[in-house]
């Protein structure tokens, strides 16, 4: 079936650095989402995107839509503690059934 | 700001009871789906459902589950007879469905932790 793998699996950084990682699939999607999990809570949406090459802001977090269809990209400018969480990206293909990445955990230290 | 809300939070059971997680999905959203996620793993699909009828289920949503919308505002997953791998956390997640794109932003609750024992 379907796999996504991110990378890193974890990161442990600095408050202020930037953070960026990624996500790779052996098959394409049309749609990429990346979401944020808090310990013990559901998955908060960060960013949606839908097309090929699409590069879309929220805040500090920009995200990219691979080329090839089959990668994106998170990055986090200017970290700050409350960026500490599990990231996931998801994808879907010609369905709204979304499969998710395995995670990325990232720490921030102050 | 309009949230899926679950019930309840933490659910513990016997293995071969029934269970019935609740979901009240954003009051304007027509998708809905329940996911789920054994801990320290990665979410996993379970079910989507639209215009009172599942549109898709993964290989793990068996005979022993089911869903329903009994009312306008709830959405339910049942669990005829829970085994010791259904032990997970469970999402409720719900979507627009305003076009085709926007059904892929799906919105999830806070879960419902089930425990068998």
């Known amino acids: 079936g379907q796999q996504l793998n991110q990378s890193p699996q974890s990161m442990f950084i600095q408050e202020g650095e930037d953070v960026s990682m990624n996500c790779t699939s052996s098959?394409?999607?049309?749609?990429w989402l990346w979401y944020k999990q808090d310990p013990g809570e559901g998955p908060v949406l960060l960013i949606a995107?839908?097309?090929?090459?699409e590069l879309t802001s929220n805040g500090r977090l920009t995200a990219q839509f691979g080329i090839t269809r089959k990668d994106s990209f998170l990055n986090i400018s200017a970290s700050i503690p409350s960026d500490v969480g599990i990231y996931f990206c998801?994808?879907?293909?010609?369905?709204?059934?979304?499969?998710f990445g395995t995670g990325t955990r990232l720490q921030v230290f102050p | 700001e309009p949230e899926v809300t679950q019930t309840p939070s933490h659910q513990v059971t016997q293995m071969g009871q029934e269970v019935i997680l609740r979901c009240v999905p954003i009051?304007?959203?027509?998708?809905f789906y329940w996911y789920r996620q054994i801990l320290g793993q990665k979410v996993e699909f379970l079910v989507s459902?639209?215009?009172?009828?599942?549109?898709?289920k993964s290989e793990i949503f068996d005979d022993q589950f089911s869903v329903e919308r009994p009312d306008g505002s709830n959405f339910t997953l049942k669990i005829r007879s829970t085994k010791l791998e259904d032990s997970a956390m469970y999402f409720c997640?719900?979507?627009?469905?305003?076009?085709?794109?926007?059904?892929?932003?799906?919105?999830f609750g806070p879960g419902t932790r089930l425990t068998v024992l």
């Open positions: 998801a994808g879907s293909y010609n369905t709204d059934k979304l499969i």
């Open positions: 098959s394409i999607f049309n749609t």
């Open positions: 995107l839908y097309k090929a090459g």
């Open positions: 009051s304007n959203h027509l998708y």
């Open positions: 459902f639209y215009n009172n009828e599942i549109s898709e």
């Open positions: 997640a719900s979507a627009s469905g305003r076009d085709a794109f926007i059904s892929n932003e799906q919105f």
